[in-house]
Structures are given as C-alpha cells and as structure tokens.
C-alpha cells in the first residue's frame, strides 16, 4: 500500500479492514490529523459510500476504537467515500486511473530537483514506475517514492475508472 501510515494510522487500518470487509466494502484510506480520524472507504462495484453505510461503519469501528484506546483524548471519527478527488493509494490505482488527471507528491525529487507533479496518469509500467504526463512529456516516478497521489476533480471529465479498464 502507498502512503506511509504513521503506527496509529496502520493500527486503525487493521482494525478498520475486518469490519469493512463484513459488509462488503474496500478500505481507501485512512488518515489521522491531530483530533481527526479519518476513513475513506468504498463499495468496489460502485465506487460510493451511501450516508447508512457510513453511519453503519461509525457504530462499529467507534466502540472498537475506544476499547483500544489508540488515540488519546477526545477525537472525531469520519467516514466518507472517497470523493472525486480521490486518494491513489494502490499500484492498481494508478492503473485504473489511466487517462485522469491527477497530483502527485514524491519523498525524493528527480533528478531536476521536482517532487510535485500534476498531469495525465498513463498507467504503471514493469518496473512499478507510475507514468504521468505534462508539459508534452511522460515522466516515470518510481512507486515507492511516491507520498500522495490524488485524482484532479474536473466536472466535465468525472473520475470514474476507463470502462475499458475497470475489471
């Protein structure tokens, strides 16, 4: 998985996963930002989280969390779908994804001293380099360098994966 879970970030996915899983639905991501938890979570076939879903995840995972007792102090506990700006988390995110805009953030800049880069995804080649294009050029950035990727929102193009592409 991308992103670099801080060690309370993985405790919560770990615990987060079985539950989504019982009802049939993916972990995104989750994110923890000082008195915030974070879930993004989806239905795989339909790539939403309803509003009863959501409440449905918050009865559960919120007892479980504080028998835990992970985060100290109180905390907020939200649960969304992933939204049109969505997370790239996975390699097959970015598989996906070919063909959308997106952002990407990397730990260590290229050779020409870039760590942010915004442009077309063209997939995830062989050697696990994400490819994206801008400025009339395809870059390859390397998998495991990789902080954040996010889809651009664009109204005219909506971020639904390439039908040609969705499994």
Known sequence: MLM???PIEQKISDLA????EESELELIL???????VQIFAQNPQTQNLGVDDC???S???????????????????????????????TKQDFATYNGK???????IPNEDGQKRF?????????NQNVQIEFE???????????LRAKLIYAPDKPNKPNKKEKK
């Open 101 to 107: 805009e997106a952002k990407i953030e990397c730990e």
């Open 4 to 6: 670099r879970y801080s």
């Open 118 to 126: 915004r442009g077309i995804l063209r997939g995830i080649d062989e």
């Open 136 to 146: 009339d050029q395809t870059t390859a950035i390397p998998y495991d360098n990789i």
């Open 17 to 20: 996963k079985p539950v989504l």
């Open 55 to 57: 409440a449905k995840i």
């Open 30 to 36: 989750v994110r923890v930002q000082s008195a915030c």
């Open 59 to 89: 009865r559960a995972l919120s007892p479980l969390l504080d028998v835990e007792d992970m985060i100290s102090g109180a905390y907020r506990l939200e649960i969304s779908s992933p939204g049109f700006d969505r997370p790239l988390v």
